[in-house]
């Protein structure tokens, strides 16, 4: 017989998936938009932070945007090798599929290079999770793991129910069979994020671990909650709580610093329009300061998009406002 995790579907998890389905119809228009790769990196960074963080790493968003950028950063070599081995785990998101061992083993790899000796291999040890000096779980016996996991892996592949619950069960069942020495919790967060967007895209750019971090004592008292009644709804419903929030949480500040010259830019701009209008309509002859000042700024920060973008020096070129840009005159006001 297949293996079946033990799990209830709750009236309120129905209501839950119903309302995080709706909020992501919202969210993809702005999330979607070619233009807002760095909205894409603000969040992946925030999901970073949240997953290291929970793990007590110290790391803040600023600092995790210049490991990225390949910048100097005064913290402990352990934290900083975290953030790396993430940021590189993230970015390789899309090539795993989530029932694949070998993935995960690869993924667990990545994540924990420099930071243990056993990385991308199951425990041959007995583990338990503490909290403070209490063991408050101890995970199953390390000659059980290898079954475990893959009867784990093999209802992950083959049952119909839905990718926001199958992935809070695999989360809570991962957490549970804790089948690595170390990095379980950042492994079922990121496991999680991979079983999400492999349902919808858009999750790769949601920071959900930030939400849970924000959390992060309601995470392990719905772990506990779970593990006692041998039922994972609590995590459940816990998990897609965070999920909702997440999805409905404002979208991050991006532009912080737009400058006057831009925002009288944004408020001319009507459908697409070229370059000769847009300065006539300003009343700017100077162009060269104008695409200094005006344009390529609105085009970094996502504000406006070009008609022809694949030919930017085109006498057919023309500028129209994205969502984002129009997100941004709406809260000028």
Known sequence: ????????????????????????????????????????????????????????????????????????????????????????????????????????????????????????????????????????????????????????????????????????????????????????????RLWQTLILSQWNPLFIHIPVESMVYAQQQAYYQALNESTLKTDSASFIEFMLTVILKACVADIPQVTPQVTPQVIKLLRVIKGAMNREQLQGVLGLKDRKSFRKRYLVPALSEGLIEMTLPDKPNSSLQKYFLTVLGQQLLNDQG
């Open 1 to 188: 017989m297949s293996y079946q995790p033990p799990y209830t579907i709750t009236p309120k998890i129905l209501h839950l998936i119903a309302e995080i389905s709706e909020n992501l119809g919202r969210l993809s228009v702005v999330l979607e938009q070619s233009s807002n790769l760095r909205l894409h990196r603000i969040n992946r960074i925030r999901t970073i932070q949240g997953s290291l963080a929970i793990e007590g790493n110290t790391l803040t968003e600023q600092q995790i945007t210049a490991i990225l950028e390949g910048k100097p950063v005064i913290a402990p070599p352990r934290e900083i090798q975290e953030a790396r081995n993430a940021l590189l785990a993230y970015e390789q998101l899309d090539q795993w599929q989530a029932s694949n061992e070998q993935h995960l083993l690869d993924a667990h790899q990545l994540l924990m290079k420099g930071l243990i000796d056993e990385v991308g291999v199951y425990r041959h040890k007995g583990v338990g999770v503490m909290q403070g000096g209490q063991v408050i779980h101890m995970a199953p016996p390390a000659n059980r793991v290898n079954i475990l996991m893959a009867d784990l892996l093999s209802w992950l592949k083959t049952t119909p129910e839905h990718a926001l619950i199958k992935s809070c069960v695999f989360h809570y069942e991962f957490e549970f069979i804790h089948p690595f020495i170390d990095g379980n919790g950042r492994m079922g």
